[in-house]
DNA sequence: TTTTAATCAGACAAAAATATCTGATTTTTT
DNA sequence: AAAAAATCAGATATTTTTGTCTGATTAAAA
């Protein structure tokens, strides 16, 4: 089990963090963040393809080719990535796992988690991810 | 993806409310439970088994056989189900999927995330099922 | 005592998620 | 012009999760 998302959101969102952590503008290949982050070299390739589909990070190709950020670091936030990757949906299902869960057909504990899922939601889109570049500098450093 | 749990948990924490819902001592078999969940019936099975292997319920075999709770709902909460099927590693697992994520190496996201953790945790062990029961009711009566 | 209806164990199957491979294309460097 | 190093697309493989099947066993009811 991941904790909320899938591996392939977990590793874009590890990739994403990376690359705003970099120079503005450095480019950067595939297997060097399959190296710095222990992502599948192959699997990481196919990330970043999607994440460049949709429009998060764009790709040069060729010799010197590779990947950086299509938007400002400024103006993207976690909850962008996961979106991207994975969808909101599950910000929108029943924790329990119940159908129709909702305020008229509460589940058991349906009030307590929407407030919590709020929260959570609220966390990813709180702030930018410019806001992470140390604290994603100072991670990638001991991994 | 599922919200947090496998669909596993899922199930089996429903099967569970739904037990505990029920008069006490009443025993239901697997396809009870599979009918009135939604759950298909082999795999209901399946993790009843498994959460009678685990203490949680207990089986009586033959004709007339079926499940029921082997504690009673005020001694049981939420997350001795989840901690009997899913395990509570993912309370103790980095949200964005870095390795080695604590206080001392943390994560760009580490302590906001720490805390809607911790709530969610709260959340699921504050309250014994016997509490559930109306609600789970009122649940199961539109399903 | 036979039939019926249940659990149970273990194998099996299908679907989804994760990961890898292959070869084509692109672009810079030599 | 050729070589090198990258993306990219699509197929394939592996693993995990989810779901199904079969047959043995158990125990009550007919």
Redesign the pocket.
């Known amino acids: 089990?991941?904790v909320l998302f899938?591996?392939?959101?977990?590793?874009g969102l590890q990739a994403i963090l990376f690359m705003a952590a970099l120079e503005e503008d450095r480019i950067?290949?595939?297997?060097?963040?399959s190296n710095k982050l222990n992502?599948?070299?192959?699997?990481t390739?196919?990330i970043?393809?999607s994440l460049?589909?949709s429009g998060l990070i764009?790709?040069?190709?060729?010799?010197?080719?590779?990947?950086r950020l299509a938007i400002h670091p400024s103006k993207i936030k976690l909850i962008d990535i996961v979106e991207a990757i994975d969808g909101l949906e599950s910000f929108n299902s029943c924790v329990l796992g119940f159908s129709n869960c909702s305020p008229k057909n509460p589940c058991p504990v349906h009030k307590e988690w929407g407030e919590l899922r709020n929260k959570a939601y609220e966390m990813l889109s709180s702030e930018t991810i410019d806001k992470f570049k140390e604290k994603t500098l100072n991670k990638i450093s001991v991994l």
């Open positions: 089990m991941t899938s591996k392939k959101c977990e590793y950067c290949s595939a297997e060097e963040i992502i599948p070299k192959e699997f390739s196919k970043l393809q460049t589909a764009e790709s040069k190709k060729g010799k010197t080719g590779g990947f």
